[in-house]
């Protein structure tokens, strides 16, 4: 179903923006239309060419020519706005009929400009950003307890090991008490992204009271039981649908996430049964990969729910649609007076792009009054 929609809007992306393209004065005067089909035609089958060599284990040449996939479809999603901006404007080429080609001109720069920052903001280190919460329960004496999260790392082909290593040297300078990851650390095409040293990189992570994680849609890619050994031997404790009081008067739960390969029913069946075995007595942080069940956390009387996934939407204005799928896309909502704090996460998905938000790891200070 996903190589489906995607295959589809891949195909549509090019028919359109191509078709446009035939019409901006400085292409038409010095690219032929045969030429102008045949470039198209071979970045359209590229993706093809990419599948091909990931299912003949060819990773060396499929790891270079994802990278040009992936942002290539960025910069064609990003282009093909422009150019449906002009469409609108002109009434689809009813109106301005005579500005039409220079428009066109215009609209092809203009997304080129933006693919161009998309790539810089892509490719920056993630900002750190502050949240203060009062979690209900908390011990006075571990007021101000300081939490780091970190979300969507998306290691794997086009992500390294020395991007990890640099994020995990960002999240030690907080000096938190605890670290949290909420998802989707590798991209999901198995035992070949875990590269040597990533599990003594992770265990650089040493806070007073552990590293905790829940799994994202992601690690349920290829092998999950590989991805969970991984974890485990990593030093982090992986909250597989239960709680744990990591110290006296404060526990954390956290759900697993089944990806695709789960109904919506059964991950929410889930979901519900951890929120009802909620320990009492004690300040509550709930951890899903995914921002969904908020209004049943917050009935069941959790302290402070955090989420991630959305990356914020990533590339604007493709926000607008993600948006719509996940009505709390970033930053810090509140939720029948339950605090809900879904990150951006630090990776990417896809092209190595952001527009506008950047990446983001989060430091939450814990407030008992």
């Not at 009929?97 to 220079?102: A, E, F, G, R, W």
């Not at 938190?176 to 590798?186: R, T």
């Not at 709930?286 to 402070?304: K, Y």
Request: hydrophobic share 50%.
């Amino acid at each position: 179903m996903f190589m489906t929609i995607f295959l589809s809007a891949w195909t549509g992306l090019h028919l359109y923006v191509f078709w446009r393209l035939a019409s901006v004065p400085f292409v038409a005067v010095h690219v032929s239309r045969m030429v102008l089909v045949a470039i198209a035609a071979i970045l359209w089958t590229s993706i093809l060419l990419l599948r091909f060599l990931d299912s003949r284990g060819l990773e060396s040449l499929g790891q270079p020519l994802e990278m040009f996939v992936m942002n290539w479809l960025g910069i064609l999603f990003l282009i093909f706005c422009a150019l449906l901006v002009v469409d609108i404007v002109t009434v689809f080429g009813f109106a301005f009929q005579s500005h039409i080609p220079m428009l066109r001109g215009v609209g092809l720069l203009a997304g080129l400009v933006l693919a161009g920052v998309a790539l810089i903001q892509g490719l920056r280190p993630p900002v750190v950003n502050d949240y203060e919460v009062r979690l209900p329960g908390l011990p006075v004496a571990d007021d101000g307890l300081v939490v780091a999260v970190i979300s969507d790392l998306h290691v794997g082909r086009l992500i390294g090991g020395k991007w990890l290593a640099a994020r995990i040297e960002q999240v030690k300078e907080l000096q938190p008490n605890m670290v949290l990851m909420l998802g989707d650390l590798f991209e999901g095409h198995g035992q070949s992204e875990r590269q040597p040293g990533m599990i003594q990189t992770l265990r650089g992570l040493s806070p007073r009271y552990g590293v905790w994680a829940v799994t994202g849609n992601h690690d349920s890619h290829g092998d999950r039981e590989s991805s969970l050994r991984f974890l485990e031997d990593a030093g982090i404790h992986v909250l597989s649908n239960e709680w744990n009081e990591v110290l006296p008067g404060l526990a954390i739960g956290g759900v697993d996430d089944g990806g695709h390969y789960e109904s919506s029913v059964a991950s929410a069946d889930r979901v519900r049964q951890l929120l009802a075995a909620k320990p009492a007595g004690v300040a509550t942080l709930f951890l899903s990969h995914r921002p969904q069940m908020v209004n049943e956390a917050a009935s069941a009387g959790v302290g402070l729910m955090l989420c991630a996934h959305t990356h914020g939407g990533q590339i604007w204005p493709f926000s607008y649609i993600v948006g719509w799928m996940n009505p709390l896309l970033a930053g810090r909502y509140e939720i029948d007076g339950m605090p809900v704090i879904v990150s951006r996460g630090a990776g990417t998905w896809g092209p190595r792009m952001r527009l506008w938000p950047p990446g983001e790891i989060l430091r939450i200070t814990l407030r008992a009054r």
